[in-house]
């Protein structure tokens, strides 16, 4: 059984400023899960429009590969010309306190072809372009689901918080005011009580 506060009107005041702090401590608490589960909510939304574009995009791709591969042969020597995509740059935004990355690639130039025209056929062309839309695409999804995921995992610590705000702390704080209130009127009764036998008293020594 926890103990109770020792009943002053120090620890009363120090209570109730506890509870009030632990109150404010909920609605932000609160406030901030909202805020984070309606960035999550757009961002799935997000997630879910670029999902159904990349599994477009990569069918797409896939079937423009087998025609060059068809037309070609085997594309693995064409594709060494292709260079090392290297303009990724990974940073980060705050949504309350949370740090959740943007993730940043030069938009492609999609007229540029790295191999030599005389040799190769618009096959092959199709398929770089498409493959270039799954690079971009794939980049703007793991922004997103990593996003999505540091979110979920703050909203989760945040639900916890409030939960034991509402439900432990603030009806502690509740109790101990109640107890501390109800234990100094209880004490400023029998003053009260004391006080008037003892001017009762002293009426009856004046009296005789």
Do not use: W
Not at 5 to 10: D, H, I, S, Y
Not at 109 to 128: E, I
Not at 134 to 158: F, G, H, M, P, Q
Request: with cysteine; aromatic share 6%; net charge positive.
């Amino acid at each position: 059984m926890a103990l109770q506060a020792v009943p002053t009107k120090g620890n009363l005041m120090n209570t109730k400023k506890s509870l009030s702090l632990a109150k404010m401590g909920y609605e932000l608490m609160d406030k901030k899960r909202n805020i984070l589960i309606r960035e999550m909510m757009m961002l799935i939304d997000k997630a879910n429009e670029i999902q159904g574009k990349i599994d477009n995009a990569y069918a797409e791709a896939y079937i423009a590969l087998q025609t060059a591969n068809i037309t070609h042969g085997y594309c693995r020597e064409i594709s060494k010309t292709i260079p090392v995509e290297n303009s990724l740059e990974l940073d980060y935004r705050s949504v309350m306190g949370v740090e959740i990355p943007t993730v940043k690639m030069e938009e492609p130039d999609r007229s540029a072809l790295y191999f030599g025209l005389n040799t190769t056929n618009t096959a092959l062309d199709n398929a770089f372009q498409k493959f270039t839309e799954v690079k971009v695409l794939t980049s703007k999804l793991a922004e997103i689901e990593n996003s999505v995921y540091r979110l979920a995992d703050s909203i989760k610590k945040t639900q916890k918080r409030a939960n034991a705000l509402k439900n432990i702390m603030i009806p502690k704080f509740e109790s101990d005011v109640k107890f501390i209130t109800d234990a100094l009127d209880e004490k400023d009764r029998e003053e009260f009580s004391r006080m008037k036998v003892l001017k009762s008293q002293k009426k009856k020594k004046a009296e005789k």
